[in-house]
């Protein structure tokens, strides 16, 4: 018989345990992250991460302090975080929104890492009338207690969805009759020449590398801020937040 152990955390859920994780995922837990001990060896581990692989679960080696410091569980050299919400259909999500007789406001995070920035991003997101946020599978912030404090809870209210790359996002949007505006520095217009006022999804990149260019160059549109000063760049969260005020200045 295998137990599943859950053990819940001030800011997360977690599930510790090779045989256990194994069942989450089998069982169809949604899983964040999955931390695994740094060494592990035998027909067990690789059985675990044939399995993570195959349903494209995020996943890296710590060492066993990191692992110590997640839980004072016996982990077994695993430990995974479970979401605490439950992802949309990006399709579904799309469709609702166009019978709705609404104007689509969609916003793409290009693998944003950092959970604080993620948060602020969702909770500026919920204010200002955002339809959904798509997010990538794969070098994404989790969706974690810090997620959700920064957000002051927006991050229930307001629809998520994962796809495999950002790409498979927007392509979904440009087929949907729904203009992507790509937020970069790479480009002369400002976002004060872009119609919002259009069905649109607006592109933010991640902290370090801003938008990936194999998904910059796919992008119907290219907007900056205005930099007045000798800071090259916006923190992402208030970047976002001067985008999507923008799209509500002019819808308004």
Do not use: W
Not at 29 to 39: A, C, H, R, S
Not at 187 to 212: H, K, V, W
């Amino acid at each position: 018989m295998v137990f599943l152990y859950f053990y819940l955390m001030q800011d997360n859920t977690q599930i510790f345990g090779l045989r256990a994780v194994i069942e989450a995922i089998n069982s169809g837990e949604t899983i964040e992250k999955v931390f695994l001990q740094k060494g592990l060896k035998g027909p067990l581990s690789q059985e675990f991460e044939a399995l993570l692989k195959s349903n494209n679960v995020s996943y890296s080696y710590v060492p066993v302090e990191k692992l110590n410091r997640l839980t004072s569980k016996n982990h077994q050299g695993a430990v995974a975080q479970i979401s605490p919400i439950s992802y949309y259909d990006i399709d579904e999500l799309i469709l609702n929104v166009l019978e709705s007789g609404q104007t689509p406001l969609f916003l793409l995070l290009d693998q944003i890492s950092d959970v604080r920035n993620f948060g602020a991003i969702i909770r500026t997101a919920e204010c200002t009338g955002v339809h959904g946020i798509i997010i990538q599978k794969k070098g994404s912030a989790p969706i974690n207690g810090d997620t959700i404090k920064t957000s002051a809870g927006a991050v229930f209210k307001i629809p998520i969805c994962k796809v495999d790359h950002i790409k498979d996002a927007l392509f979904h949007m440009q087929a949907s009759g729904i203009k992507v505006i790509a937020a970069t520095e790479k480009t002369d217009n400002t976002l004060y020449q872009i119609d919002f006022t259009d069905p649109c999804a607006i592109i933010m990149g991640s902290e370090g590398r801003g938008i990936n260019p194999s998904v910059l160059k796919l992008a119907d549109h290219k907007a900056k801020l205005p930099i007045l000063g000798d800071i090259e760049s916006l923190n992402v969260s208030v970047a976002c937040g001067a985008f999507l005020y923008e799209a509500v200045r002019q819808r308004s």
